[in-house]
């Protein structure tokens, strides 16, 4: 028999022994983490209140940090949100599991309560200072600034030092962490990949951040509407297990079957009732008492509902961007050639309502790195619009976008890989029940049915992009067969010429037939390029993919395009043959003629 | 064919091109198509043949980079065979970039690495029908050590005079033969019982070191691995003009027997224009055969499938059961189903395994090998 007592601790202490489970596995984790919750935050309750939200962030290094090889940094978040009353604050920053959206079945980025207050414990056990929050409410008449720990030992918040603070707008909340940890700027972790991402994915967001060493830097949101937060739906009875099937008619007392079939899941209207009789329920028990319903019967029922197809869940209970809306913020990326966007139709996979989106979109002037020339594509991940950034290799958007034949849609791609070449390829996928691998949501389980359902989405953007490719490819075809004339009719003539020992007048006739000869090959050249441009230009105009006029792209992001507005490029596509031909001939005067 | 007839072909190729060209026609270029499906197996004949199909390129915007590179190359080919120059591949490679260096106007033919460059030559002798040694473009030779107390060698030189090499009176140095070994006679000073081809060189070494050639009327040749044009030629020359019986020792594994010992006896399918001149149709696999394992106990393994090359090897094996006009005529029947045993047991066995047999006695192959050959235990 073990002599040791066996004690409990809070949920705080085992949190606090196991930040690395929840994003603080790693000094640079740790700013990027304490960022991302304090964002996720503010996104979050300026939905819940209809507000535009307008985010401030500022980071810098204060100097050395206690642990090794650390930098102390400060993370500073600014929003004009509803604002905490003092009361919420200690239970939001300084005690876990704490949340208003806790298995409430809706989209919202953060769901457990855990994240930020990860955060107060890292800026607590490492500068043994926990957060300072300044917050205000409309009712509140200043804000107010208190610093809030985490007392480990309780799992409790607690604030100190209260007194007036500020803020520049008439309500909302401003959090700032001062923690050690490690700056990084760019790459698949890095701050400014996170920041730049959170604003594609949410068009409504205005952000401004100033990071070390750098200007400031604002992105002006692209949409005025802000996303309407889904409401919390009954569930869909194919999101369902058996167990949960029968937990759930326990909350509703006693009722008729049928009635509670209708009141308490989504989708279950008296034409599905009458379907599911067709599929084999005795009609005797949908009159009976859910009470009374025993255990076998209850499995025949879920059976039964399982066989019946009913229609997908409702839209409204998941949240997505919306082709208009994730078209525009798409441009805000960088200076972005053009694109295509898709928004598939919510469905279920494993049981849970997903939506996926997809955007591609090829980026100019990258030099370096991902989404260059020959390097890999830049992969965007987004899971309840929240970039996701480590571990990509295990993450279900990968597999799926590895899974797609690029090669089909004029990109170049590796068996079994990402595609190569200066695109950026976004995946966002909501969802209330997203399956992530761990606790610091850092990658989505590869399940075959959302490999598939995103994989599809995948594919209707690839189509989508490979007209406008198609187009490019017939140029840059159509330029090679200009160039190659130029180049070889001489050579091979004069190579002939010389091992047969013909005269020039020979020479001179051979030259003129070959001449003759790749005209005709140029002519169906030409045709082939009128068809593929053809073909572009009506997918652009259908709305289909945007091609992006070169001084709109560096134009202000405000600046709005509509879904059907295509802006052709005047200049030549982003076809680069390897050498434009610079001899004139005949060849030449027919180039300029097209 | 010759090289003494390949500038009367080159010219009137080149010259019909030109007339198509004046009179505004595609020029095609006809070339074997040198593959499996394209081979053909009669057992009289004893070596893969080509079949009718070819390989053909009319010119368009899409060859004319090709055709270019194709007759640039042939005139630096035929600028050899008239001063007696003679190159290998890479350098040729490096000649056809020094053209272009020297005259920018070639610039477009430029060759970015030797792939370019070897693709094109092969093209050429393809489309000639002719062995890259007849546009006096060499290989490296490779393989065929020969050891022999009875052989006697005959070289013509390209001035005339000829070279006469006695393999007795070598020692234990090897002679080995040129990748193009027909310009070679050969005699016997005494009658020569067989001739051994062993798959690994090393091994070859060890029997004439422990005095196989003392021992035994016999010509001895070491193939290093997949047999060279050299090797191939070679064993071709020894069993026509010799007529003496050839056997091949070698490993008792897919790879051997589909692929080097295939090689030896019929040619390849990449080779199909040259296998008359570089296949010994009348060599016969000695082993190491599954029996020999039974008979002498010997040390074999299973193969590992999760060994890349062995696995390929396994399933070239597979595909040239079904595939391989060789394997599937009957009177190579012995052969495929040694190929078939190896594809179902999965089981390997090396030559030097023969060694364990009795490890203190280091002749003890040799006799075995002796053995093998007197009661005709062989395919």
């Not at chain 1, 962490?177 to 949410?202: C, H, K, P, S, W």
């Not at chain 1, 009719?489 to 001179?508: F, S």
């Not at chain 2, 999760?306 to 079904?322: G, M, N, P, Q, Y």
Request: hydrophobic content about 35%.
């Amino acid at each position: 028999m073990a002599k040791d007592k066996i004690t409990s601790s809070s949920t705080a202490e085992y949190f606090s022994k196991n930040l690395q489970q929840v994003g603080f596995s790693s000094p640079t984790k740790a700013v990027l983490t304490t960022l991302k919750e304090a964002v996720d935050n503010s996104l979050d309750a300026c939905e819940e209140q209809g507000i535009l939200p307008e985010i401030s962030v500022q980071i810098e290094k204060l100097g050395a940090g206690t642990l090794k090889n650390t930098d102390l940094i400060r993370i500073k978040v600014e929003d004009n949100g509803p604002g905490l009353s003092l009361e919420d604050v200690p239970k939001v920053f300084g005690e876990y599991l704490a949340s208003s959206k806790f298995g409430r079945g809706r989209c919202s980025r953060g769901q457990q309560g855990i994240g930020i207050s990860a955060a107060t414990t890292w800026a607590q056990l490492t500068s043994a200072k926990g957060v300072t929050v300044v917050t205000k409410t409309k009712t509140m008449r200043q804000p107010v600034q208190v610093q809030v720990a985490v007392d480990i030992k309780h799992n409790k918040g607690v604030l100190k030092d209260k007194k007036e603070g500020k803020l520049k707008g008439p309500h909302g909340l401003s959090v700032e962490f001062i923690i050690d940890g490690r700056i990084q700027l760019q790459g698949e972790g890095g701050l400014i990949t996170y920041l730049t991402g959170t604003a594609l994915v949410n068009p409504h967001l205005t952000l401004h951040y100033t990071l070390p060493e750098q200007k400031v830097v604002t992105i002006t949101r692209v949409s005025n509407e802000s996303p309407d937060v889904p409401e919390a739906t009954e569930p869909h009875p194919h999101t369902m297990k058996l167990g949960e099937f029968i937990a759930h008619s326990h909350l509703f007392g006693r009722m008729a079957l049928k009635a509670w079939l209708k009141k308490g899941f989504s989708r279950i209207s008296d034409n599905s009732l009458a379907e599911f009789v067709k599929n084999g329920l005795d009609k005797k028990t949908l009159d009976m008492s859910v009470d009374k319903v025993s255990e076998s019967q209850f499995k025949d029922i879920f059976s039964v509902i399982h066989k019946t197809e009913l229609m997908s869940p409702s839209t409204k209970s998941v949240m997505t961007i919306g082709e208009e809306s994730f078209s525009k913020s798409v441009r805000r990326l960088g200076e972005v050639d053009f694109f295509s966007v898709v928004t598939r139709k919510p469905s279920i996979c494993d049981y849970k309502p997903v939506a996926v989106e997809v955007a591609v979109a090829r980026l100019k002037g990258l030099t370096k790195g991902e989404g260059t020339e020959d390097g890999p594509v830049q992969v965007l991940r987004f899971a309840n619009r929240v970039p996701l950034q480590f571990d990509k290799s295990a993450c279900a958007m990968v597999k799926a976008i590895e899974s797609v034949n690029w090669r089909a849609y004029g990109l170049q791609q590796p068996k079994d890989s990402l595609p190569l070449g200066p695109y950026v390829i976004a995946v966002s996928l909501v969802s209330p029940f997203i399956k992530f691998k761990n606790a610091s949501k850092e990658t989505i389980d590869a399940s075959d049915e959302l490999v598939e359902e995103l994989r599809r989405t995948l594919i209707q953007a690839g189509q989508r992009l490979s007209r406008h490719i198609k187009k490019e490819h017939r140029e840059q075809d159509l330029e090679n067969k200009l160039r190659y004339i130029e180049q070889f009719c001489p050579i091979l003539v004069d190579c002939l010429c010389r091992i047969t020992k013909a005269p020039d007048k020979r020479k001179k006739k051979a030259t003129e037939g070959l001449e003759k000869i790749l005209g005709r090959d140029l002519t169906v050249a030409k045709k082939e390029f009128k068809e593929a441009d053809l073909a572009a230009k009506e997918a652009a105009a259908k709305g289909k993919i945007q091609i992006i006029k070169e001084e709109s792209a560096e134009a202000a992001p405000e600046e709005s395009v509509s879904e059907t507005e295509v802006v052709e490029k005047k200049t030549k596509p982003k076809s680069k043959p390897a050498t434009k031909p610079k001899t004139k001939g005949p060849a030449s005067k027919e180039k300029s003629a097209s | 064919m010759r090289s003494e007839s390949i500038p009367k072909i080159s010219k009137e190729l080149c010259s019909r091109m030109l007339t198509d060209l004046e009179n505004a026609r595609r020029p095609i270029l006809e070339a074997v198509k040198c593959s499996l499906d394209n081979s053909n197996y009669n057992p009289k004949v004893g070596y893969l043949t080509p079949g009718d199909k070819k390989v053909r390129t009319e010119l368009n915007v899409s060859s004319v980079q090709k055709m270019s590179r194709a007759i640039f190359l042939l005139e630096v080919l035929l600028r050899n065979i008239d001063t007696g120059a003679v190159n290998t591949k890479r350098e040729l490679y490096y000649i056809a970039k020094g053209e272009v260096k020297h005259d920018p106007h070639l610039k477009p033919l430029d060759f970015q690495d030797q792939s370019e460059s070897d693709a094109v030559i092969d093209f050429i002798c393809e489309m000639l029908e002719c062995y890259r040694e007849d546009l006096n473009c060499y290989a490296n030779d490779r393989g065929g050590q020969t050891y022999s107390n009875q052989l006697v060698v005959t070289e013509t030189l390209p001035d005339g005079t000829k070279a006469i090499v006695d393999l007795g009176s070598l020692g234990t140095s090897p002679f080995q033969p040129k990748n193009r070994p027909q310009s070679l006679q050969l005699k016997a000073k005494k009658k020569i019982d067989f001739c051994l081809v062993v798959e690994s060189e090393g091994t070859a070494n060890t029997f004439v070191a422990n005095g196989f050639c003392k021992r035994n009327n016999a010509i001895l040749i070491g193939a290093q691995g997949v047999p060279s044009n050299a090797v191939r030629g070679w064993a071709k020359l020894i069993q026509d003009q010799l007529k003496v019986p050839i056997y091949f020792f070698g490993d008792l594994d897919a790879y051997t027997i589909q692929n080097i010992y295939r090689t030896l006896k019929a040619g390849s399918a990449a080779s199909l224009i040259r296998n008359s001149d570089f296949s010994a149709p009348d060599v016969h696999f000695l082993g190491v055969l599954p029996e020999d394992i039974k008979k002498y106990d010997l040390s074999d393994y299973p193969v590992k499938e999760t060994d890349v090359s062995e696995a390929r090897a396994l399933k070239k094996a597979a595909d040239a059961l079904k595939n391989d006009p060789f394997f599937q005529d009957k009177r190579n029947k012995h052969l495929s189903k040694l190929l078939e045993w190896l594809l179902k047991n999965k089981r390997r066995c090396e030559q030097q395994a023969f060694f364990m047999v009795d490890p203190r006695d280091p002749t003890m192959p040799e006799k075995i090998i002796v053995e093998k050959i007197k009661k005709g235990i062989y395919i």
